[in-house]
């Protein structure tokens, strides 16, 4: 029981974060960060980090903006897909496969 609740902890800083992915396209973080942050128009700020295999993390410092990325448009970068996924702890960057979009 401590174990998971330790786990639970850990999690929450973590728990409205996105996870994206350009498909079919290697970009760096400047890049990365430079086009979303110029397409999503967001009211507050949002830090971008890199994790493994052509994946970023992203948090949001609103909320709002979080949602409206979830539930908008489908996003193109270097017309390629942006792929947005919740921020899931079992995650696993060398197992996930992106199998469908929204377009």
């Known amino acids: 029981m401590l174990a998971s609740m330790a786990f639970e902890h850990l999690c929450q800083p973590w728990r409205k974060c996105l996870v994206v992915k350009i ?13 979303m ?6 009211e507050g700020n ?7 295999n052509r994946y970023f ?15 908008g448009e489908p996003w193109m970068i270097f017309d390629h897909y942006l ?7 079992y995650f ?5 496969k992106v199998d469908k979009i929204l377009a």
């Open 37 to 42: 942050r110029s397409r999503w128009k967001l």
């Open 92 to 96: 696993l960057t060398l197992e996930s």
């Open 83 to 89: 792929t947005i996924l919740p921020w899931d702890p």
């Open 23 to 35: 498909l079919g396209k290697s970009i760096g973080f400047l890049p990365m960060h430079e086009k």
């Open 57 to 71: 993390m992203v948090t949001f410092g609103m909320e709002v903006d979080r949602d409206k990325e979830v539930n």
């Open 46 to 52: 949002f830090n971008l980090i890199v994790i493994k």
